[in-house]
């Protein structure tokens, strides 16, 4: 499940920046639904919203890192475990924005809701993978006991 989630990101995300790059105009903007969602051609040199722009890396050792993280996390649990598929999720688009950032030096956006910063699917990935993560840990507190030290 956690190599599967990881290749299935990097393969879509991939796919889909390349579709962009290829058949749009760096800043062209097609609405999807209007005043509400538009498929818009970006070129991000920064992370989430444009912070630490030019900081390119800067934002490859964190991908490292994050990286890393995922990894020592996903061989210390167990295999049957739903956050590895979170963690299969955190890992793929993270791979596809440093694909990105070693190879264009940029990172590919184009899902521009209105009234949010444009983004794409590895980022998407990324946040479903930590909520996947967040929502697996409040529930394994749930069924601790509460007599446990842990």
Do not use: C
Request: hydrophobic letters at 55%; charged letters at 15%; a neutral charge.
């Amino acid at each position: 499940m956690f190599y599967l989630a990881a290749l299935l990101v990097i393969i879509f995300d991939q796919a889909l920046k390349l579709l962009v790059t290829y058949k749009m105009q760096l800043g062209q903007s097609i609405p999807l639904i209007q005043n509400i969602l538009n498929l818009t051609y970006v070129r991000n040199q920064g992370a989430a919203w444009g912070l630490f722009y030019g900081q390119g890396w800067l934002l490859f050792i964190v991908a490292i890192v994050v990286i890393l993280f995922v990894l020592y996390y996903h061989y210390n649990l167990s295999r049957k475990d739903i956050i590895q598929l979170g963690l299969g999720l955190i890992l793929g688009g993270s791979l596809g924005n440093t694909i990105d950032r070693v190879i264009r030096g940029y990172v590919v956006d184009y899902i521009d809701f209105i009234i949010f910063p444009v983004f794409n699917l590895a980022d998407m990935m990324i946040n479903l993978g930590v909520f996947v993560v967040f929502i697996r840990l409040f529930f394994s507190r749930e069924d601790r006991d509460v007599t446990s030290p842990l």
